[in-house]
């Protein structure tokens, strides 16, 4: 694991960043149209980077076994206590995703949300079983534009680039927008 970015994300998590438990509008929104009429009963859901887990918990409350991978020891620790508090059951996994792959045919959705490591891309459709969905939402780059977020290329998509990285999956949303950020998101279904 790589311990300079482990250390660097349980410095933020511990003093505050990124310590919101509101799960981010555009799932919520997903969850309604997509998620839930597919899988009315829930399902197994992955929450990849997935820090305190305000989408694993969001899912939890609605009966999804979720399992939420991140490489910071603090942001899982906040996650389990509050998943805790509300008594609800989410598995965490303290995971460097450049360096551990992601298990094959596993879940019936996978959440990405402002985490971008391309080789995920193929890892990440073949984690989901087939029916499963994939809500991806990151930056791209017109955030440069805007200032604020990530400035390295590799944290930023370029235009349609989330498109083709699942283009072998049935694209139900994918919309590219510049407001107050500069996001691409994305809803697709595995074959199947």
């Known amino acids: ?3 300079h970015a482990r250390a660097a994300w349980d410095r933020r998590y511990r ?19 997509f998620i839930a ?17 305000r ?17 910071s020891s603090a942001a899982l620790e906040q996650a389990s206590k509050e998943a805790r508090n509300r008594g609800l059951r989410i598995t965490t996994q303290q995971a ?15 959440v990405d949300f402002f985490y971008l490591e391309r080789p995920l891309f193929p890892q990440i459709e073949a984690a989901l079983r087939p029916g499963g969905l994939v809500v991806f939402r990151t930056y791209t780059r017109e ?3 805007l200032g604020g977020g990530p400035t390295h290329p590799m944290h930023l998509l370029e235009s349609n680039e989330l498109l083709r990285a699942f283009g072998g999956m049935a694209i139900l949303h994918y ?11 994305l809803v697709a279904r595995k074959p199947g």
Request: charged share 20%.
């Open 55 to 71: 989408h694993a918990i969001f899912l939890a409350q609605r009966g999804w076994q979720v399992t939420l991978l991140d490489i």
């Open 96 to 110: 460097d995703l450049t360096a551990t792959p992601l298990p094959v045919s596993a879940f019936d959705l996978v």
């Open 175 to 185: 919309h590219e927008s510049v407001k107050d950020k500069a996001i691409a998101e």
């Open 143 to 145: 955030q440069l534009k």
């Open 15 to 33: 003093e505050g960043s990124h310590s919101s438990f509101k799960p981010d509008p555009f799932f919520v929104s997903a969850y309604r149209e």
């Open 1 to 3: 694991m790589e311990e």
């Open 37 to 53: 009429p597919s899988f009315p009963q829930g399902g197994s859901a992955l929450d990849v980077a997935g820090g305190v887990g």
